[in-house]
């Protein structure tokens, strides 16, 4: 059974930095895209960033500059590093992947973890 745990949320202030983490555990044989969502109150579900196998990234524009998105293969690990947060930026974060086990290939995720940005 594969799961996909995140952590790292929390409250900060506006302009600060948090780091949120997804590490994939059980029966993978590999990990192809992986990302971040998020679901602001009242929001659709919308992609934060997101980053392939071999390393290319994509953002939304909204974090562009602000966000960083890195992965550690050997590790099934993923992280995303925010900078100067904005309330705008309050949401539920979500951690995605797209899993090839013993099941066969579909996309997992997270539990969600919260971040808010306070003014």
């Known amino acids: 059974q594969v799961q996909l745990v995140e952590s790292g949320g929390g409250l900060v202030q506006a302009g600060g930095s948090l780091r949120l983490s997804c590490a994939a555990s059980g029966s993978i044989r590999s990990i192809n895209a992986m990302g971040w969502y998020r679901r602001a109150p009242g929001k659709q579900l919308e992609l934060v960033a997101r980053?392939?196998?071999?390393?290319?990234?994509d953002y939304a524009d909204s974090v562009k500059g602000r966000f960083t998105i890195s992965r550690d293969n050997a590790k099934n690990t993923m992280c995303l590093q925010m900078n100067s947060l904005k309330p705008e930026d309050t949401a539920v974060y979500y951690c995605?992947?797209?899993?090839?086990?013993?099941?066969?290939?579909?996309?997992?995720w997270g539990q969600g973890t919260q971040v808010t940005v306070s003014s």
């Open positions: 980053i392939t196998d071999t390393g290319t990234t």
């Open positions: 995605n992947a797209d899993v090839k086990s013993l099941l066969g290939q579909r996309p997992m």
